[in-house]
Structures are given as C-alpha cells and as structure tokens.
C-alpha cells in the first residue's frame, strides 16, 4: 500500500519559471492537503481539497495554484517561480472531510530548490 | 483562533533520559490533539492521538495527556534512545477541516 505519493522529491528551477508538484493516495481520502516546511516555521497550510471538486486557501496561497483532478490526485502549480518558494512541500491527506478526529497522512516531501 | 505552541529546540538528551516536550494550544470548540514525528529525510507521520480531554495517547513508549483545564499536550518518554532523535510536531484539529501546526521540536539523544 503506497500512501501519499509525492513527484518530484527533488526539483531545482530558475526564477520566473514554472511547475507541478503531483500528489496522489491509494486510500481513498475526501480531503487532501498541501503544506510547506521551512525552518523555524513548522508546516504552512497552502491550500487544501476538503472533497472531490473543492478547493480552498489556507495561511500562504500567494503564488501557488491547485487542481484536484479527481479524488485520488491533488496537484500544485507554481506559475512564476521566485526564491521565496525555496522549501520542502509536502501533501498530505484525511479520511473524511469535516471529522476532526482522523489523522493526516503525509508523502515523503518534495524539496524546492528555486535560483 | 487556532493555535499552538510548543518549547523550543533543539533538545539534546543523553540515552536513557527522561524526555518532556511541552506544547499548549488555543482552540474553539473541541479539538483532537495531535504529535506527530519527522525522521531526517522523511515525512511526517503519527506518534499518538487524543480525541477528548482527559485521554491518554500512547505509542512506542511515548506519551501524552489531553487536558482540557491546562490546554496541554505534553510529550512524554520515559527512557529515550538514539533511534528517538527527530523534530516532534504537536498538532491540534478543530471541527473541520484544518490542521495547526507547532513550530516542530528537534531531538537529539546522544549515547
């Protein structure tokens, strides 16, 4: 059983450039998360998917998009890379939307290197 | 609002030793409480849970205690060792959808 799967893990872009994280779980979550990891800061929330079609901003949207394909796929698109962007980015996902009982199961991160 | 704190780091512990790791949060309503472990490199996943205040989560030794009265989360071991060093995240949901994060905790347990 796979999980959370996150590609790349490892991406190094140039300022201005574009790109997209995949994210994809085999377990057959409604909701679905993307975070970012940057020192001395813990885990932002970017955006997240609470059910198939559904998307929503959390604490740091600016500059990010999303798309969740279906309910197995959410991805995250930076149009126009900048420097501030340089972290590790992180998918994660939830059984049910709206229980605030059950777990985030997170993917092994996906490390941001932008020029 | 949401929100939680835990103590800073890094935190370095000789093996053996009793590990604390304090976190406290503000909430609405009633909110499940989270600790979840990084190992270097990897993401983060599940240490414990509580759901309700006065419960008691536990895992591989560790520890912590809802409590409703103090707002605390508090991680506990009681005899750490080497494969325990990681960065600890405390963690809080309220209803809905979110998740907070503490900052994270890093711990290094040296022999």
């Known amino acids: 059983n796979a999980g959370v799967t996150q590609t790349p893990k490892f991406q190094v872009l140039k300022t201005g450039q574009s790109m997209t994280l995949q994210c994809a779980q085999d377990m057959n979550h409604n909701s679905m998360y993307w975070y970012r990891q940057d020192p001395g800061m813990g885990l932002r929330l970017i955006y997240y998917?609470?059910?198939?079609?559904?998307?929503d901003k959390g604490e740091v949207p600016n500059g990010y998009n999303v798309s969740r394909l279906n309910k197995r796929e959410f991805s995250l698109r930076l149009e126009s890379a900048a420097p501030s962007q340089t972290s590790v980015y992180f998918c994660a996902s939830r059984r049910l939307g709206g229980e605030n009982t059950g777990e985030l199961f997170f993917g092994e991160g996906s490390r941001l290197t932008v020029l | 609002g949401n929100s939680v704190t835990q103590m800073e780091g890094p935190v370095t512990l000789s093996e053996e030793a009793f590990l604390t790791i304090n976190c406290t949060y503000t909430?609405?309503?009633?909110?499940?409480l989270f600790w979840y472990v990084q190992y270097p490199g990897e993401g983060l996943q599940l240490l414990l849970k509580?759901?309700?205040?006065?419960d008691k989560g536990s895992n591989k030794g560790f520890e912590a205690t809802y409590r409703k009265e103090t707002t605390s989360f508090h991680l506990e071991k009681g005899s750490v060792q080497v494969s325990d060093s990681a960065v600890y995240f405390c963690a809080l949901s309220p209803t809905g959808n979110q998740f907070y994060f503490g900052t994270g905790t890093s711990l290094t347990v040296i022999p």
């Open positions: 909430a609405t309503g009633y909110p499940s």
């Open positions: 509580a759901t309700k205040a006065d």
């Open positions: 998917s609470a059910s198939e079609g559904t998307t």
